[in-house]
């Protein structure tokens, strides 16, 4: 096997393959990316077994053939080599790799590519729906998964369809999350899924955001294509708890707060927030809001905003960052802050209302 | 003010329990540990000590040195009821105790002169009051620091009271061995021997960056301190993280994975007891296991939200033995604990999706926590024999 191509438009594909192969046993067949070139194409596939991805770039072929090489290494040569044209070619069981024009030269071990993995294909169909659309339905939620692995199943984003609406909820038991986008367009149908938060972040890290992306889902496995890349993912076995049951019905009291000035304040208070629990209090009255954290051995902070509110003055308290994450991403100005009682769920949303919000369970006052 | 310091030890203090339990153990040999050759000496009486016996030899070996000696199986509850008893005592002379193990405390006495006279009177007054109360003996120790109250009591064991005042505290230091000191280990004994440091004296003749450059930072500047009779904040009271935890050595050595789940299952019902007990909370499991070759296997779990019954506690210790014992060798301890152990029954964050299995679990685990604290008699139902029934 041997080929020349840029070093850039090599890079750029092995910086993703490398998220798909397994970091963990340097000496497996599945911590390489394969590389194989015909008809000045090369393919590039890398997969740790539950994830998978490939892609084709253009590059000049001068000999047929395919190999994989550990994809730490190879990366980090292509980094360290000068932007130029590179060859590259298989002698023995070791990858050349030099510049055209320099005299720096580099080995690597390879593995033979027949003991490379199959990669997964979809025996569905695949239908296309705006990327901006996704990343931001993945922007809303994926903050709030659990990364407890005890709790498998809430480490993903669980995906449901209905007719053409896609809902997207996250949730680490503590906190939840939900977008219900409804498109101008049908979806094939399938039941609901949670899609590994890792695979939602490769997503969004190989994708422009613009244009269409496409997607298909069997029963155990998300696929997803844009351009010339095809990547899939295991999807996350289990029971997602029932979310619907959560979402409080009635929470009479509204208090708006400009989102600018919260976010502030939070970050100026978070200064002075215990770190294992990380609890302020919100104390809510007619016409502002205090935001202030425990007093502890380094001292408190306080900061008093103004608000919209009409109902009983009323203490909360929460984990801050439970607060930070959805305000950090959400669109407008203002937003609600909806409750009943102090120690009941408290929801947060746009105002004025879009099709997300979110959920926040309280701590306890002693 | 002076600073003034009472180190309560209590004397042989399961061996004098029994002792005092049982009138026909009184003046004989006495060991408490288990029956199982494999057990080591968790107490014995100092009628026992004569034999050569001391706590944490293994069984076999006690049984060699004094074969006359009683043997009795350890009565935690009875053991920890004696020791609330003594606490309480020890609390009216000061506000400020504090229980460092099941027969060992601390008491701040400083600026109590003229409520309790001078130290050594105090200390006296203290002896008689517990023995009055209890019946049992302990040693008291009195210096200007902690670790000189620790060495103090030590010195003077059994029945002993001993001040150490302030301008007599190297003199006191040199005349202790270093391997009695605290802190002061088998490994790092051996490592001292190697420099040819064998008392505090030649200890204080090292600059304390050369103590540093020898054992690291921390040995180094411990070393330093301990020697010059000042505490290095061994017994600091902020511990940095709590941890409870129970561990069992099997009969014999084992690789089948149905008998350590037992075990687990078993520990993680202590643990979790002691947990409710203590109103606390932990996110942290750990397991350890000794191997027959007495390396160790030890691995945590941390999770978002907190283990509060047994069953969590055992699930989560079931998974870390799944992945970190390969198998290869036999199993001969284990050990289930909670690290990072927070005050407070629930933790204040509330959650959306309460496991209702898990509340009603936990619910059932107060009650039989609270059963045992009482000192109640319990059997598990798994452990009750079942007769077949007849035709």
């Keep these: 096997m041997k080929f020349v191509c840029p070093k850039n438009s090599l890079l750029k594909e092995i910086v993703l393959a490398l998220d798909f192969t397994s970091q963990r046993n340097t000496l497996s067949i599945v911590s390489n990316v394969l590389l194989e070139t015909s008809d000045n194409q090369l393919t590039i596939k890398a997969t740790d077994q539950k994830i998978g991805f490939t892609t084709t770039i253009e590059v000049e072929t001068i000999e047929e053939g395919s190999t994989t090489v550990f994809a730490d290494k190879f990366l980090g040569i292509l980094r360290a080599l000068p932007d130029e044209h590179i060859i590259f070619e298989e002698i023995g069981e070791k990858l050349f790799i030099h510049p055209q024009n320099k005299s720096i030269d580099f080995s690597l071990r390879t593995i033979s590519s027949d003991k490379f993995p199959e990669l997964e294909s979809s025996s569905k169909e695949f239908f296309s729906v705006s990327q901006k659309d996704l990343f931001e339905m993945i922007d809303q939620t994926i903050f709030a998964i659990s990364d407890d692995e005890t709790r498998y199943f809430m480490n993903g984003v669980y995906l449901e369809q209905q007719n053409m609406t896609l809902n997207m909820v996250a949730t680490d038991g503590r906190r939840l999350s939900l977008i219900e986008r409804t498109f101008e367009q049908s979806f094939p149908e399938f039941a609901p899924i949670i899609i590994p938060a890792k695979f939602l972040s490769l997503l969004k890290k190989g994708g422009t955001g613009e244009g269409e992306i496409s997607i298909s889902i069997t029963d155990s496995i998300i696929f997803a294509s844009f351009g010339s890349q095809f990547m899939y993912s295991t999807l996350i076995k289990g029971q997602f708890p029932n979310y619907r049951r959560v979402i409080p019905a009635k929470q009479p009291n509204i208090c708006t707060i400009d989102i600018k000035k919260m976010n502030e304040a939070l970050k100026r208070v978070s200064l002075l927030v215990e770190n294992k629990a990380k609890r302020i209090y919100l104390d809510i009255e007619d016409g502002f809001v205090t935001i202030s954290s425990e007093e502890s051995d380094f001292g408190q902070a306080k900061e008093i905003i103004p608000c919209t509110y009409s109902g009983p003055s009323v203490r909360l308290a929460m984990n801050y960052s439970y607060l930070v994450s959805p305000l950090r991403v959400m669109a407008g100005n203002e937003f609600d802050l909806c409750f009943s009682e102090a120690n009941k769920a408290v929801s947060v949303k746009p105002n004025p209302e879009k099709d997300y919000f979110h959920i926040i369970m309280p701590m306890q006052i002693d | ?391």
């Design chain 2, 1 to 391: 003010m002076e600073n003034v310091w009472f180190h309560v030890d209590m004397d042989a203090f399961y061996a004098s329990v029994e002792q005092l339990d049982h009138k026909e153990l009184r003046g004989k040999p006495v060991i408490v540990g288990g029956h199982s050759n494999r057990g080591v000496v968790a107490a014995c009486s100092y009628e026992a000590r004569d034999f050569g016996v001391h706590s944490a030899m293994p069984i076999f070996m006690a049984k060699r040195l004094c074969p006359q000696a009683l043997y009795v199986t350890p009565r935690m509850n009875r053991y920890s009821e004696v020791s609330r008893n003594i606490i309480s005592i020890l609390k009216t002379f000061s506000p400020h105790v504090q229980q460092i193990s099941i027969d060992e405390a601390f008491l701040d006495m400083s600026g109590t002169r003229r409520l309790f006279g001078i130290p050594r009177e105090c200390g006296a007054a203290l002896k008689k009051k517990v023995y009055d109360e209890t019946g049992l003996i302990i040693s008291v120790g009195i210096g200007s620091s902690k670790l000189i109250a620790k060495l103090a009591s030590d010195y003077d064991k059994p029945n002993g009271l001993c001040r150490v005042s302030k301008n007599r505290e190297i003199d006191f230091i040199d005349s202790i061995a270093l391997k009695k000191i605290p802190g002061i280990g088998r490994i790092m004994l051996v490592q001292l021997e190697k420099y040819g440091i064998d008392s505090p004296g030649k200890l204080r003749t090292y600059t304390l960056d050369h103590l540093q450059r020898l054992f690291g930072e921390t040995s180094g500047d411990f070393l330093y301190n301990v020697c010059r009779g000042s505490d290095p904040g061994m017994y600091a009271e902020e511990s940095k993280s709590r941890s409870i935890s129970n561990e069992t050595t099997f009969e014999s050595d084992t690789f089948d994975i149905a008998v350590i789940r037992s075990y687990l299952l078993s520990l993680s019902h202590q643990v979790a007891y002691r947990m409710i007990e203590q109103k606390v909370h932990s996110f942290t499991v750990a397991v350890k296991l000794r191997l027959d070759d007495f390396s160790l296997v030890s691995g945590q779990l941390t999770t978002e939200s907190p283990f509060l019954s047994a069953e969590e506690i055992y699930h989560a210790a079931k998974s870390l033995v799944d992945t970190k014992w390969d198998r290869k060798r036999a199993v001969r301890l284990v050990g289930v604990g909670l690290n990072n152990v927070q005050d407070g029954e629930y933790s204040p964050q509330q959650t959306l999706f309460e496991d209702p299995l898990y509340s009603k679990k936990r619910a059932v685990e107060k009650v039989v926590s609270s059963l045992i604290t009482e000192g109640k008699p319990l059997q598990k139902a798994t452990s009750m024999s079942v007769r077949k029934k007849q035709g």
